[in-house]
T-cell receptor
Framework: GQNIDQPTEMTATEGAIVQINCTYQ??????LFWYQQHAGEAPTFLSY????GLEEKGRFSSFLSRSKGYSYLLLKELQMKDSASYLC???????????FGTGTKLQVIP | DSGVTQTPKHLITATGQRVTLRCSPR?????VYWYQQSLDQGLQFLIQ???????AKGNILERFSAQQFPDLHSELNLSSLELGDSALYFC??????????????FGSGTRLTVV
């Protein structure tokens, strides 16, 4: 599996932009997910990156650099409802095993 | 509603007991995954089934077992329960683990409390 590393907590202001970083082992790497999880709820799929570059989906964008073992999730025009944990998950191996990081708890403040 | 159904939503049981958690995958999905999430912890992968066959195993304890039935629903059996088994147990499904572009769809989870 992957060793996924991401910051434990972040705080950002409503209306601002925040970048959540994630690093992973490149060995056997096949792709990367970002999920959003509100406390006590199921994770919901945000993005999937397999090639280098930026994938944009509305206010959320995700970037991948395969050679550097690095990804980030960019959230623009932050809203209070964006307060949640953001999980980075690496995909590896023939059966595409998914390993989740411990998540970054984002608090959006007024 | 994600399309993945987990029952029960909440379960309180005593140490030493055995429980069964149930998951019905989204229609058309052949792969089922079980994850454990303890308080303030990440999702720990337990086990994966694809079309009735075990495909991958994570950090699943010997006291835990699972299976996927011909109708594709899956059950996770937890026995000789300990206080440390208290957690949220999520089931997720996908069409095929080799086609990951759309990610996994998670159920709403079963919150297990062992007292």
């Amino acid at each position: 599996g992957q060793n996924i590393d991401q910051p434990t907590e972040m705080t950002a202001t409503e209306g601002a932009i925040v970048q959540i970083n994630c690093t992973y082992q490149t060995s056997g790497f096949n792709g990367l997910f970002w999920y959003q999880q509100h406390a006590g709820e199921a994770p919901t799929f945000l993005s999937y990156n397999v090639l280098d570059g930026l994938e944009e989906k509305g206010r959320f964008s995700s970037f991948l650099s395969r050679s550097k073992g690095y990804s980030y999730l960019l959230l623009k025009e932050l809203q209070m409802k964006d307060s949640a944990s953001y999980l980075c998950a690496g995909i590896s191996g023939g059966y595409q095993k998914v390993t989740f990081g411990t998540g970054t708890k984002l608090q959006v403040i007024p | 509603d994600s399309g993945v159904t987990q029952t029960p939503k909440h379960l309180i049981t005593a140490t030493g007991q055995r429980v069964t958690l149930r998951c019905s995958p989204r229609s058309g999905d052949l792969s089922v995954y079980w994850y454990q999430q303890s308080l303030d912890q990440g999702l720990q992968f337990l086990i994966q089934y694809y079309n009735g066959e075990e495909r991958a195993k994570g950090n699943i304890l010997e006291r835990f077992s699972a299976q996927q039935f011909p109708d594709l629903h899956s059950e996770l059996n937890l026995s000789s329960l300990e206080l440390g088994d208290s957690a949220l147990y999520f089931c997720a499904s996908s069409v095929d683990s080799r086609d990951t572009g759309y990610g996994y769809t998670f159920g709403s989870g079963t919150r297990l409390t062992v007292v």
